[in-house]
């Protein structure tokens, strides 16, 4: 059976730390590892990853996907109380189907 | 920008009635898909579409059904709604292209079934 796992389930740090969140997985047919932020509305896509060792960035946030131990990462440094949010990883397993983890809670205090 | 419309956000019904959630995108998109959000449990999917009236069983169908008669539509029906169908449900759509697996969510339903 297809499983994303992610962790922790829950975090909370103060404005400027750095938060790393995990995500494992185990799938038939890996093509893509996808990691989105939900906030109190839709769930807004932020990476896709398909090939190891290869850092996709985009501002504070960047991820990082490693296909041999079959994980990922995602940071945020420098984090900002607007990066509150459950963030969720998910993973293209077969056609066009998302298996996904149940998610990081990341709360961030000022 | 691609828009995901899910009719109502916030639902209320009672055991035993016909529930009916409509989705809407404007991207023109091959692919819709249905997902249910349980706290721990992520979001687990409960049926998907190719094209219009294709439909194809997601990993959690039972008691779901759906209809695709028009591209841009996609609903989820609760023949008889019950009390662990209480839930926040998500559409999602995505194109049929080299980015068909970037799914777009709607802002999702909280459904309480009474």
């Known amino acids: 059976e297809d499983k994303v796992v992610q962790s922790p389930l829950s975090l909370v740090v103060h404005e400027g730390d750095t938060v790393t969140l995990n995500c494992s997985y185990e799938?038939?047919?890996?093509?893509?590892l996808l990691w989105y932020k939900q906030e109190k509305k839709a769930p807004t896509f932020l990476f896709m990853l398909t090939s190891s060792g290869i850092e996709k960035k985009s501002g504070r946030l960047s991820s990082i996907l490693d296909k041999k131990e079959l994980f990922s990462i995602l940071n945020i440094t420098a984090t900002q109380t607007g990066d509150s949010a459950v963030y969720l990883c998910?993973?293209?397993?077969?056609?066009?189907?998302?298996?996904f983890g149940a998610g990081t809670i990341l709360r961030v205090k000022s | 920008d691609v828009k995901v419309t899910q009719s109502s956000r916030y639902l209320v019904k009672r055991t035993g009635e016909k529930v009916f959630l409509e989705c809407v995108q404007d991207m023109d998109h091959e692919n819709m898909f249905w997902y249910r959000q349980d706290p721990g449990l992520g979001l687990r999917l409960i049926y998907f579409?190719?094209?219009?009236?294709?439909?194809e069983k997601g990993d959690i169908p039972e008691g779901y059904s759906v209809s695709r008669e028009k591209k841009e539509r996609f609903s989820l029906i609760l023949e008889s709604a019950s009390t662990n169908q209480t839930s926040m449900y998500l559409c999602?759509?995505?194109?049929?292209?080299?980015?068909?697996?970037?799914?777009?969510f709607g802002a999702g339903t909280r459904l309480s079934v009474l």
């Open positions: 579409s190719y094209d219009v009236k294709m439909k």
């Open positions: 998910a993973v293209e397993a077969y056609g066009n189907k998302l298996v």
């Open positions: 999602a759509s995505s194109p049929d292209d080299f980015q068909r697996n970037i799914q777009y």
């Open positions: 799938v038939t047919n890996f093509r893509s």
